[in-house]
């Protein structure tokens, strides 16, 4: 299983609904989790851009894919963001990887990061 984090963004029509009838989102998702084999690790509410932000496991790719198109296929978000997530070893590991990458990799030109002097006019 792999952690997903989802940032989602509700219509001001969903909200209306919501603030209506005070559904327990976690009970309301839970059924399409399960149809994707997922489990759900935290969900919170947020003010902003995001107004629902869950951290969930997914057993594959295809399944975080699969409850993304099925709730923004709704009508009831403005927004959906799905972004894989890593373990701190995971993260470690990648980095230990990519420094055997680099060794091999030719980029299409080298980019100095040194700040360059700016001549005077």
């Known amino acids: 299983m792999a952690h997903y984090l989802i940032e989602v963004g509700y219509t001001p ?30 969900m919170y509410y947020a003010f902003g851009d995001v107004d629902l932000i869950g951290i969930i496991d997914f057993k594959t790719a295809q399944d975080a894919a699969a409850f993304a198109l099925a709730v923004s296929s709704s009508g009831a978000l403005r927004s959906y963001r799905t972004t894989p997530l890593l373990s701190v070893d995971q993260g470690i590991q990648s980095m230990k990887k990519a420094a055997e990458v680099r060794k091999v990799y030719s980029p299409p030109s080298v980019v100095s990061v040194v700040e360059q002097p700016v001549p005077a006019r």
């Open 13 to 42: 029509q969903s909200w209306s609904a919501q603030v209506d009838t005070q559904p327990n989102v976690v009970e309301r998702i839970t059924p399409a989790l399960e149809a994707c084999g997922a489990k759900l690790e935290s």
